[in-house]
C-alpha cells in the first residue's frame, strides 16, 4: 500500500474516531482492468499491522453491506437508468477501442441528443453502449470543502463521463457516488487528485437530489530530489509503501506517527504520538493545503523514538532477525548487545552496519586516539594499552563485572579516571570514534581473545606511525 494510500486511510480513522465516528472498509473492485492478484489481502495485513480497524467491512459485514463493490452490480445499474430517466445520463453507442478503460477524455457528446427512438432502436438491436453523465453545458457547480475552503468549477470545463461500462460495471466515479449515498456516509477524506473529479461528483448527488457528504481533501505528498527540488513521492525517493517500510524495520506506529505529520500538524508542539494521542488531537483545522514533503531523516527520528520506547524484551525479539547475527559468536550476547543499540538506531536495517566493526576491526587512523578532554596522545596511549593487555590477560571470568573491576583497579594504579583510561581502550577495539557502548561493553562483546589482539594491534599500529614520524 502507497503511503499516500495509507495516509488517506489514517487521516479518515483519525477523524472518525475522534467524532466517534464510524470508520468503514469498502473494497472498490469494479475496475477489473486494474485488478491485481493479492491486492486486497495486502488491505487487509495493512490496515491491521497499522491498527487501524474497520468498524464495518467485508469481512466483518455491518448494516450497509454488501461492502464489495462487484458484489453490488445491479444496484449501481439501477441507479444509472434512474438518471437516464431523470434526463442527467443518456445511452452512448459509440464504441471504443479500449472498453475496459475508465478514460473518456475527449468525447465529443455524439449521443447526448440522439432521438428516442433512435435510442430505443439500437437497445433493442442489442448493440453495446455505456451510460453517460448529461454535464450541463452552462452555470458552475461549487462546494464547500472542508480543507481548500469554497470551490467553484464552469461546467463548461467538466466532460460527459461514463457512469455504467459496457460491461454493466459502474466506473469508480459513478460508484463511489451511489455507496457513499446508500451506506449514510457522512464524510469523504482523499487526496486532493480528486479534487478534479468532485464537481461531477456534486451533479449526481443534485441530480438524485440527495444530500452530498462534507469533501476533506488532503495535500499531496512530495519528495526530494538529489538535486533539492521537489515532486511527486515516487521510488526514486526511497521505500513508498507500508511494506516496504516495515521490511527495512520501520515500525507501524512509527510510520503512523511520521504520515500523521504529512499535511496535518497538531496544535501543540508535541510530534511523538501513539494512535490515542493522534485520536485525541486530531481535528480537520490542522489539515494544510500545501503539498507535504516525504523527510526519510524525520521519518527515521520519530521511530527511533518509538523504537527507544519499546519494551526491551519486544526489541529483543523483533530487531534479532534484522541483526545478521544467528550462529556467530554475538548471538549468544545479543541480548547484551540489543540493549546497547535499542535507542541507537531509526530502524533495525541499521544494526548490522552499527555492528559490523565487532565481526571486523576497520582500518583507522591513530589519530582517533589524540583526545584533548582526556588528556589523550599517541604515547600515553600506547603505555595505557600495553597496561590494559598485561591486565585483562589475568582476567579469567570475562564478565562485565569483573572486566569493570580490572579497569578500574589498572585506572586507580595509573592515576588516571576511567574515561582517559578506557578512551584508547575502546579506540583500538572498534577503530571508532562513535560506537554503541562503552570500552567495557565492547571487550564483553569481543570476548577475551579479540579483545587482546585487537589492543596489541592498536600498539602496533602506534609505534609504526612513530617510527614514520620519526623519518
Ligand atoms: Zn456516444
Redesign the pocket.
Known amino acids: 500500500m502507497h503511503i499516500g494510500n495509507l495516509r488517506t486511510a489514517l487521516f479518515a480513522y483519525l477523524f472518525a474516531k475522534s467524532q466517534n465516528g464510524k470508520f468503514i472498509l469498502r473494497i472498490e473492485d469494479t475496475d477489473q482492468g486494474r485488478y491485481v492478484e493479492g491486492s486486497i489481502d495486502v488491505i487487509y495485513d495493512t490496515l491491521r499491522t497499522a491498527k487501524l480497524f474497520h468498524d464495518e467491512g467485508p469481512d466483518i459485514g455491518g448494516g450497509y453491506g454488501p461492502y464489495t463493490q462487484s458484489e453490488r452490480k445491479d444496484i449501481y445499474r439501477k441507479y444509472a437508468l434512474e438518471l437516464v430517466e431523470k434526463g442527467a445520463a443518456y445511452y452512448?453507442?459509440?464504441q471504443k477501442e479500449d472498453k475496459d478503460s475508465d478514460s473518456q477524455e475527449g468525447?465529443?457528446?455524439?449521443?447526448?441528443n440522439l432521438p428516442p427512438e433512435e435510442v430505443k432502436a439500437l437497445l433493442e438491436s442489442g448493440k453495446p453502449y455505456?451510460i453517460?453523465q448529461r454535464i450541463p453545458l452552462e452555470g458552475t457547480t461549487s462546494w464547500n470543502d472542508l480543507v481548500y475552503g469554497e470551490i467553484s468549477v464552469d461546467n463548461s470545463t467538466l466532460d460527459d463521463q461514463v457512469l455504467l461500462k459496457s460491461d454493466g460495471m459502474p466506473t469508480y466515479n459513478f460508484a463511489n457516488v451511489v455507496d457513499d449515498h446508500l451506506m449514510d456516509i457522512t464524510h469523504i477524506i482523499r487526496g486532493s487528485e480528486y479534487l478534479s473529479s468532485n464537481p461531477k461528483y456534486i451533479l449526481l448527488y443534485q441530480a438524485f437530489g440527495w444530500e452530498a457528504p462534507a469533501y476533506i481533501h488532503l495535500p499531496i505528498i512530495n519528495g526530494r530530489n538529489a538535486d533539492g527540488s521537489i515532486s511527486k513521492l515516487s521510488k526514486r525517493h526511497g521505500a513508498v509503501s507500508f511494506q516496504a517500510l516495515v521490511e527495512q524495520g520501520y515500525l507501524p506506529e512509527g510510520i503512523i506517527n511520521y504520515i500523521a505529520l504529512l499535511g496535518w500538524s497538531p496544535k501543540s508542539e508535541q510530534e511523538i504520538f501513539s494512535m490515542d494521542e493522534l485520536i485525541a488531537q486530531f481535528s480537520v483545522a490542522g489539515v494544510h493545503k500545501s503539498p507535504a514533503v516525504f523527510d526519510y531523516q524525520k521519518l527515521g527520528w520519530v521511530n527511533g523514538q518509538h523504537i527507544t520506547m519499546l519494551d526491551p524484551q519486544v526489541f529483543i525479539r523483533d530487531a534479532f532477525p534484522f541483526a545478521g547475527i544467528r550462529g556467530t559468536f554475538l548471538e549468544p550476547k545479543w541480548q547484551k548487545l540489543a540493549s546497547l543499540l535499542q535507542s541507537r538506531i531509526t530502524k533495525y536495517s541499521d544494526i548490522p552496519e552499527k555492528i559490523a566493526f565487532l565481526f571486523r576491526l576497520p582500518e583507522y587512523s591513530t589519530g582517533l586516539y589524540i583526545h584533548k578532554k582526556n588528556k589523550s596522545t599517541l604515547e600515553t596511549s600506547a603505555a595505557i594499552l600495553g597496561k590494559a593487555v598485561e591486565r585483562l590477560s589475568d582476567v579469567e571470568d570475562w564478565s562485565e563485572e569483573s572486566l569493570l573491576d580490572a579497569m578500574t583497579s589498572l585506572a586507580g594504579e595509573l592515576g588516571l579516571k576511567l574515561g582517559p583510561l578506557t578512551w584508547p581502550v575502546r579506540i583500538a577495539l572498534s577503530g571508532l570514534m562513535a560506537t554503541p557502548g562503552g570500552a567495557i561493553d565492547i571487550l564483553y562483546l569481543l570476548g577475551k581473545e579479540e579483545s587482546l589482539k585487537r589492543l596489541s594491534d592498536g600498539i602496533q599500529l602506534i609505534s609504526k606511525e612513530n617510527l614514520v614520524d620519526e623519518k
Do not use: N, S
Not at 468525447?107 to 447526448?112: F, G, N, Q
Open positions: 452512448c453507442f459509440c468525447y465529443d457528446r455524439h449521443c447526448r455505456v453517460r
